[in-house]
Nanobody
Framework: QGPLVESGGGLVQSGGSLRLSCKATGFTLGDYVIGWFRQAPGQAREVISCISGYGGEIYYADSVKGRFTISKSKARNTVYLQMDNLKPEEPAIYTC?????????????????WGQGNQVTVSS
């Protein structure tokens, strides 16, 4: 079990919703920037959302803006990604990480921590 443990992936119909969870173990998320990445087959991994340490700044890629919501629970030491209105072109492996490039507008402690990745499949 790594420092970030994910859950919540699976199969959903086009237009449906899923919520991904990413629980930090062995450290407190508070100071850390954390983001969600996705990688579709044959494509580069991309940052789709991130949230600053203590939740000050939030970033969404244009492709998910208005449909995905990132949030953080201090009590559960967990970050979530609520994904609504999923599209058939969005199947990918979704991974949480505290290794978010500084080019995104989220700030905080950066570490090379990665979740195990969750497969999300969207059926049309």
């Amino acid at each position: 079990q790594g420092p970030l443990v994910e859950s919540g992936g699976g199969l959903v119909q086009s237009g449906g919703s899923l919520r991904l969870s990413c629980k930090a173990t062995g450290f407190t998320l508070g100071d850390y920037v954390i983001g969600w990445f996705r990688q579709a087959p044959g494509q580069a991994r991309e940052v789709i959302s991130c949230i600053s340490g203590y939740g000050g700044e939030i970033y969404y890629a244009d492709s998910v803006k208005g449909r995905f919501t990132i949030s953080k629970s201090k009590a559960r030491n967990t970050v979530y990604l609520q994904m609504d209105n999923l599209k058939p072109e969005e199947p990918a492996i979704y991974t949480c990480s505290t290794d978010v490039p500084s080019t995104y507008q989220c700030v905080g402690v950066v570490r090379n921590y990665w979740g195990q990745g969750n497969q999300v499949t969207v059926s049309s």
